[in-house]
């Protein structure tokens, strides 16, 4: 468990099991439970789908998911309609100068300076080259370079996370580091064989695009089982995970994940009063409220079933 409350979700995965298999005569049709590894880490949903997910087993109407939110009071429930998470790429960029001794610095090429350099420029390609009414995320997250004072490296590594949602603006933002990452090499005069080494880790985590009409429906469904007030619209987050693959399939199936509020409603009022963030997910801050966190996720998990499987 990484602080994200998974063990809340595999709780309450079980416990909507449990009741709908005491409701059978209320609905009809195969239902599939899914315990899936590895979500943040891009091998559960691709490998459960090269490994026959939706040809060995029953191919599905929808899918659908819940993940616990550290911003909602225990109890509530939250939605949103279209883009929920982001592609997620991780990409490494391999500085390359010529070093020597710093009391020289005129018969190197410092790669200090010219990653510094480079990421400055970075902060332009959302600034000023993406649209600014869609959204992109270049943060570098890493810097590694030298070893001593007086001496001027050969490289400097750094480590970069980029967030998005559509592939468009995926593709775009990729094209731009690397073409920012020669240019500032070329600018200090590197030959072509000392330009930066850019690599993109092969498997990005995909954007997850819930069905507007599904998620629609469930927050009906939903408000009539908790309550308006406790049904709450979210804005798209630049989190990622894999669930967005399920939807990603030729079959073109409706998803829909929701966020299961898991902090104390008097919590969240005093971060509303005060300004002061709650502890995010990953937090070693952050204590999911077990009740009623795990049975509103099994009420509104059953719920959302009995809704789309029932008997007519």
Known sequence: MHACGHDVHMTSLAGTARVLSQLKEHWRGTLVFIGQPAEERNGGAKGMLADGLFTRFPKPEYCLALHVNAELPAGAVGLTEGFALANVDSLDITIRGVGGHGAWPHRTKDPVVL?????????TIVSRETDPLES??????????????????????????????????????LAAIERIARGQAL??????????????AEDPLPSCFNHPELARRLAGVFKQLL?????LARKPSMGGEDFGYYGRTEEKIPICIFWLGSVEPERVAESERTGQPLPSLHSGRYRPLPMPTIKTGVMAMSAAVLDLMGKR
Request: glycine share 8%; charged share 25%.
């Open 115 to 123: 990653a510094a350099q480079t990421v400055l420029a970075l902060q």
């Open 227 to 231: 309550g308006e007030k406790n049904v």
């Open 136 to 173: 992109a995320v270049v943060t570098v997250g890493a810097i590694h370079g030298g070893a001593k004072r007086n001496v001027i490296s050969d490289e400097v590594k750094l480590e970069l996370t980029i967030r998005s949602f559509s592939d468009e603006v995926r593709a775009r933002t």
């Open 187 to 200: 600018a200090a005069g590197l030959p072509e064989n000392k330009f930066p080494l850019v690599h993109v």
